[in-house]
């Protein structure tokens, strides 16, 4: 036994003190070690043995951070960041995944007319389509004063069969004329920006967003396992009758 | 019966090796642990450093004394020096007064015991 291993020993039943002031302490030992060059005995006989010390030490003294405190500080310090780390992950996928999935722009703020210039793009125009199907799609509808529909498409499918007009896997803008009548959609994105005329709807598995724009509708809308916002049945020349089967239906917001 | 006796003199001393420390301070100025060990040695007051090393720490903590290191400039080693702070300044008479007012208590009790 050396003087270094009572200061070791003296150190170890000192963790109970705040760090400061236990080096305080464990540097005036050393002191005294080389002002009077004391032996281990000599240390045992002066101050008692380290754990005597240290108690004396201990006795009234602010015991703030015990050692046992000290690690669970310690573990509450890590545990911090990483709950801080998480919830940073967090928000930034839930940024990220805002940012990839939000409306490139607010649709709303276009009709017909003024879509066309916003999305300058090829748009296709085809006579004698009535009905419209989607599928795992996200379209955009605005309803125009032509004959003819008109539509502008990125993506893998559409294609026309006699009077239908079918559009998968793909993100169209499409303006329809008053003889399209039917839509209907299966695990798609359907937006639909102040209908004009009356439409018969048939989502599955779809979410939809109507934008009203302070225009009237009279709804029939027949839902089964799906959440339909409350939309307001008004007397109004336009009928929108919608059969929604697990689906989301609800007002556009931006 | 030793353990109670040491136990008595433990709590005994540490208020009446307080008052001397805060005496000598005062009197003497700043002083590191051993110096005062071993001016009290001469004085007649045997104190081990177990006992005045802890009690000085305390007393700082109390804010009765204020201590710095004191670094030799050519050899030697840091000592770590106390002196009396202010509020150990302040509270100094208040203790002497007490402790002059229990020794002369104590003296009437011992004395009035033969008039019983």
Redesign the interface.
């Known amino acids: 036994m050396n003087t270094k291993s009572y200061i070791k020993q003296l150190k170890q039943h000192l963790l109970a003190l705040d760090t400061t002031k236990s080096n305080e302490i464990i540097k005036e030992i050393e002191s005294y070690i080389q002002e009077s060059n004391a032996s281990y005995e000599t240390l045992v006989e002066k101050f008692g043995k380290p754990n005597e010390l240290a108690s004396n030490y201990l006795e009234d003294m602010p015991q703030a951070t015990p050692k046992n405190n000290s690690f669970w500080k310690s573990t509450k310090k890590v545990m911090t960041i990483v709950a801080s780390t998480i919830l940073a992950i967090i928000l930034i996928t839930s940024y990220i995944v805002y940012e990839v999935t939000k409306d490139s722009f607010d649709y709303s703020k276009y009709d017909a007319t003024t879509i066309t210039s916003k999305v300058n793009d090829l748009w296709i125009n085809i006579d004698g389509i009535t009905e419209i199907r989607t599928e795992q799609a996200e379209v955009v509808f605005y309803w125009g004063e032509n004959e003819k529909l008109k539509y502008n498409c990125k993506g893998m499918d559409y294609s026309q069969t006699g009077s239908v007009l079918t559009i998968k896997q793909a993100h169209c803008f499409i303006i329809l004329p008053k003889q399209t009548t039917k839509i209907t959609s299966f695990q798609a994105d359907v937006i639909l920006i102040a209908p004009k005329y009356n439409v018969n709807l048939d989502f599955r598995q779809s979410n939809v967003r109507i934008a009203e724009m302070g225009n009237s509708y009279n709804y029939n809308i027949s839902a089964k396992q799906s959440k339909v916002e409350n939309f307001n049945s008004k007397q109004s020349d336009t009928t929108i009758n919608a059969t929604v089967y697990q689906s989301k239906v609800k007002h556009y917001k931006y | 019966m030793e353990d109670e006796y040491k136990k008595w003199l433990a709590q005994y001393r540490k208020g009446y090796i307080e008052l001397c420390t805060l005496v000598t301070l005062k009197t003497k100025g700043a002083m590191?642990?051993?110096a005062l060990i071993r001016f009290f040695e001469e004085m007649e007051l045997l104190v081990?450093?177990?006992?005045l090393?802890?009690l000085l720490?305390?007393m700082e903590?109390n804010g009765w004394l204020s201590s710095s290191?004191n670094i030799p400039k050519t050899k030697g080693?840091?000592?770590?020096e106390y002196e009396i702070s202010k509020k150990g300044e302040i509270i100094l008479p208040t203790l002497l007064e007490s402790y002059e007012l229990h020794h002369k208590s104590f003296t009437k009790i011992k004395e009035s015991k033969n008039e019983y």
């Not at chain 2, 081990?48 to 006992?51: A, L, P, R």
């Open positions: 590191h642990g051993l081990n450093e177990g006992t090393y802890p720490n305390r903590t290191w080693h840091p000592k770590r």
